[in-house]
């Protein structure tokens, strides 16, 4: 695939909206899915970790997957998640991918054994792309050493892009460690390499990188949008200042449970506070402090309400 | 379930023999597992940690224990594990079991999100019982935070024990922490306690436990058994120190593989060498040291050729 047509900008790792059976809402999931794309946004990662996908079974993210395309929504515009502990179930879920015409997937390592060697995890990601066999397959490394515990080190990046040059393209850095972000824009300059938040997003353009995939873009899309189209202004900075200021808001509190609150409070929705077990769900009380706290660090509710009336 | 039909002894979390193609060679898994029981180890924790279970899908897994019900061998020998990041799947093959008549089930905690609160906890366990809502079902709790990363606290195992006294019956501490296993042999008397490590064995029948699960199983099952069945006697010290040599020279390695080129060795099948990524097998020369040192350290290799080759 070339450069050009690979994955830039905001992407967002989608919520999950679950019934009170708390089986997948798919009606709720591709309107949601619809709004975010009119916010403006590049691209929806489904089936992250801001999903909740991993407290999901492999048909279940099949079946979200088979309806979004379904109802229209191109390929061209989806960047699932597709790494599973299992080699099989990885291979199942990005064949799926490919077949739709997803623009990329965004991969996991296996994630159950801790301490493997990069040889082993070689070895996982070469198998896939073997058996998936299909050259419009283009992975996105997911980094997330905080929730994975399985680390994606600079020395297997630099041998995965070796050996799979037009198939590994890029990768999301879930560190929270800059530094990290730093080693690899610097390392592989030209890798389609994304911040796992937007807090990183102005200094990952700068560097090199290619973008954000963010929790908090569920809540704050268009800001955080309007950062990526005017990276190179004057206003830059500042524009950046406050799209971090409302990410530490919101990070300040277990981050789907609390996406999920305010996604449900400008929605007027209170089913989607549900989240799966073995997540917790924000409490009342904590989910008016956020909102309130929100507001005085200047977050657009008015804005954000009167998108939300319209749809 | 009563006391006395509950799991007790020794108990070995089976090896997944794997084909070239990677998939699970049912026909030398159900040979194994029939060798297993003749070395006269009280059950067949099929689909651990060992087992490389979470490196296969959840239909590759009940694919296999249909097999082993199939082929005449007993629920009440079985404890398959049964845990998953998904509920849906934790549900799935927890019913199987039930349904297959299996004496208990081995349950890891949802294992992607990390430090999720024991309220999580308790409720994606809970969820789980009331969905599979079988009188007949017998949880073990599977505690092996080196790997999870995911605890089951004494908290936890005290609600769990409240709500449901005769569903969640017992624990498979695999910590690698004796102060964590005594702390739960002396907070739950009557649980059904197993140490995750044979090096355990002793001291956990001697604190009120029920006996040990563990990977080593795989390789030297007669011997930790016959400690097992010898707990009382004055020999008993003199039994583990010889168990433990074995387990320690073992676990010096890679455990897993470790144990699958134990095993290739004995029933001279090289197959069995074969890992799933993301585990690395064992290379030949190091392959050779340990078969050197358990020699060295007194390990019955007469004995055990000689049990293989009447199979």
Request: one cysteine or more.
């Amino acid at each position: 695939m070339a450069n050009d047509q690979r994955f830039s900008g905001v992407l967002v790792p989608v919520l999950t909206p679950f019934k009170a059976d708390l089986g997948p809402d798919t009606a709720k999931f591709l309107q949601y899915c619809r709004w975010l794309l009119d916010q403006g946004v590049d691209g929806l990662a489904v089936f992250g970790t801001t999903s909740e996908a991993n407290s999901t079974s492999v048909d279940e993210r099949m079946d979200q997957l088979d309806a979004l395309i379904e109802a229209g929504i191109s390929g061209d515009r989806l960047m699932p998640g597709t790494g599973a502990c299992a080699l099989t179930d990885t291979v199942r879920m990005t064949s799926q991918a490919v077949k739709h015409g997803c623009r990329g997937v965004l991969m996991l390592p296996p994630f159950y054994y801790k301490g493997v060697s990069d040889d082993g995890l070689f070895a996982s990601f070469s198998e896939v792309i073997q058996r998936v066999g299909d050259d419009r397959l283009a992975i996105y490394l997911y980094h997330i050493p905080p929730i994975a515990n399985v680390p994606i080190t600079l020395s297997l990046i630099e041998r995965l892009i070796k050996e799979y040059p037009d198939t590994v393209v890029g990768l999301k850095d879930s560190s929270g460690d800059w530094s990290n972000t730093e080693a690899v824009l610097n390392a592989f300059p030209g890798f389609g390499t994304f911040a796992g938040s937007e807090a990183f997003l102005l200094p990952t353009l700068r560097g090199g990188g290619v973008g954000c995939i963010t929790a908090t873009g569920n809540v704050n899309p268009a800001a955080i949008k309007h950062v990526a189209d005017n990276w190179q202004t004057p206003q830059a900075d500042e524009l950046q200042a406050a799209i971090t200021l409302v990410r530490k808001t919101i990070q300040a509190y277990p981050l789907i449970p609390a996406c999920k609150r305010i996604v449900a409070h400008f929605h007027n929705d209170s089913s989607w506070t549900q989240v799966r077990p073995p997540l917790d769900g924000l409490g009342d009380e904590q989910a008016a402090t956020l909102l309130s706290e929100l507001e005085a660090v200047g977050f657009d509710m008015a804005g954000l309400e009167e998108d939300m009336a319209a749809q």
